[in-house]
């Protein structure tokens, strides 16, 4: 049902856009998040963009991702500019409860972020 799409490797100061699609749900009224998991740590919620388009975000990437949304193609996006080292993890979506957990239990597979020179 989770299709995250777009990583790859890119240098220091560089941008990556991720896609996210989603099937089989009522997409336009999902609250959906953007998660990201680094070797050796947990899986941290760094983006949430609600049904009305109104955005959160972790401190660690306030400012330099956006977070948006197509209800037309199912899809959430990230954009991710001014990447640092300490961005590098496996990236995620999910659908958010009100409670903003995660909906579902299968997360995919993720797509690999890396950056470094």
């Known amino acids: 049902q989770l299709q995250a799409s777009g990583g790859g490797l890119v240098q220091p100061g560089g941008s990556l856009r991720l896609s996210c699609t989603v099937s089989?749900?009522?997409?336009?009224?999902?609250?959906m998040g953007w998660y990201r998991q680094a070797p050796g740590k947990q899986r941290d919620l760094v983006a949430v963009i609600d049904s009305s388009s109104n955005r959160n975000y972790a401190d660690s990437v306030k400012g330099r991702f956006t977070i948006s949304r197509d209800n037309a193609k199912n899809t959430a996006y990230l954009q991710m500019n001014s990447l640092k080292p300490e961005d590098t993890a496996i990236y995620y979506c999910n659908a958010l409860t009100d409670g903003l957990r995660p909906k579902y239990n299968s997360w995919g597979q993720g797509t690999q972020v890396t950056v470094s020179s």
């Open positions: 089989g749900s009522i997409f336009r009224l999902n609250i």
